[in-house]
């Protein structure tokens, strides 16, 4: 119930192309979800997150869908572009002092 | 200046020694976390401190020991290093107060990669 599941490991897109990556979570009691997004050799660093009273969120190219009785949520970066390649990872706050990450997901953004 | 700096980069020693990462926030944060990310790029929290008190400890060996001097400080002491130490650690924090760290942005340091030949 403190897992958050992933998918696809791994990704590759075309510039321009739209990725998608998705997760899913079992505990009701999670209710804030980042995604965080990081380069090799940084720490990761939040890309944009959302509470489940929106279905949706956006920021400039990065959008999260949100469906709550799925208990679902994904991330969709419009026009992908080669400076997007980095792995990312969503998250999910099942309470307080605690994050819960999923297994990351390598995107590759083809020039 | 950086918000969240960790010391050292690399740390590359023999099984069996004890080793320390040093970690520090200039954020003005009540809430400090230590991460391990293994080979698979796996993301798990490690502890979590609020205003220098051991809030969680998510069933790390023994041989791993936090301390906070301050809340501007988390460091982490790993005793008698073994092969599956080796992991990129990273230390985060995020501003707390009163909400718990719940719906916070989590500012993460560059990371410590540690190798244990």
């Known amino acids: 119930q403190q897992q958050v599941k992933q998918s696809p490991q791994s990704l590759i897109v075309q510039k321009g192309g739209i990725s998608i990556i998705n997760c899913a979570y079992e505990?009701?009691?999670?209710?804030?979800f980042p995604w965080y997004q990081q380069f090799p050799g940084k720490g990761p660093a939040l890309l944009i997150a959302?509470?489940?009273?929106?279905s949706e969120k956006k920021e400039g190219r990065f959008t999260i869908s949100f469906n709550k009785s799925a208990k679902q949520f994904s991330l969709h970066i419009m026009d992908s572009q080669p400076g997007d390649s980095a792995t990312y990872f969503c998250?999910?706050?099942?309470?307080?002092?605690?994050?819960?990450f999923g297994t990351g997901t390598r995107l590759k953004v083809l020039a | 200046d950086t918000a969240v700096s960790q010391t050292p980069k690399y740390l590359v020693t023999q099984m069996g020694n004890d080793k320390s990462i040093k970690c520090e926030q200039n954020?003005?944060?009540?809430?400090m976390y230590w991460y391990k990310q293994d080979s698979k790029k796996f993301l798990k929290i490690m502890f979590s401190?609020?205003?220098?008190?051991?809030?969680i400890n998510e069933t790390v060996p023994n041989r791993f020991s936090p301390k906070s001097p301050d809340k501007a400080h988390l460091n982490l002491h790993i005793n008698s290093l073994e092969l599956g130490d080796s992991a990129v650690y990273f230390c985060?924090?995020?501003?707390?107060?009163?909400?718990?760290?719940?719906?916070?942005?989590?500012?993460f340091g560059p990371g410590t990669r540690l190798l244990v030949l």
């Open positions: 959302i509470r489940p009273d929106v």
């Open positions: 998250a999910a706050n099942p309470g307080t002092y605690k994050y819960i």
């Open positions: 985060a924090s995020s501003r707390s107060g009163t909400s718990g760290g719940f719906g916070e942005t989590q500012y």
């Open positions: 505990n009701t009691a999670f209710d804030y």
């Open positions: 401190y609020n205003n220098k008190e051991l809030i």
């Open positions: 954020l003005g944060h009540d809430t």
